[in-house]
């Protein structure tokens, strides 16, 4: 049972994940209990190795200023401001 659910969790279930999905499935069995079978078994949970963040491989490219902190404006649409708090990549 326990290399059942173990192969049904892409190796990766540990024993309370394994004891939890047998006393749902109706055969009650403690985290003790298949952490001991598990060792008995050569079982040994995998779990997926943490986010590595890219490396920027060219520069950002250089946004001129162009309004060179000169805000006081004559004439309306010739000077616009935007923000962007968050962008979802």
């Known amino acids: 049972m326990v290399k059942s659910i173990y192969a049904e969790n892409n190796s990766?279930?540990?024993?309370?994940?394994?004891?939890g999905i047998a006393t749902?499935?109706?055969l009650p069995l403690s985290h003790y209990v298949a952490?001991?079978?598990?060792?008995?078994?050569?079982l040994v949970s995998c779990q997926l190795p943490n986010h590595k963040y890219k490396?920027?491989?060219q520069a950002?490219?250089?946004?001129?200023?162009?309004?060179?902190?000169?805000?006081a404006v004559t004439e309306p649409d010739q000077v616009w401001c935007g923000d962007i708090p968050f962008i979802c990549t």
């Open 35 to 42: 952490t001991r079978l598990m060792k008995e078994q050569g």
């Open 60 to 71: 950002h490219v250089a946004i001129p200023n162009t309004l060179e902190r000169q805000f």
């Open 12 to 19: 990766s279930a540990g024993a309370r994940t394994i004891a």
């Open 24 to 26: 749902t499935r109706g």
């Open 55 to 57: 490396k920027v491989t």
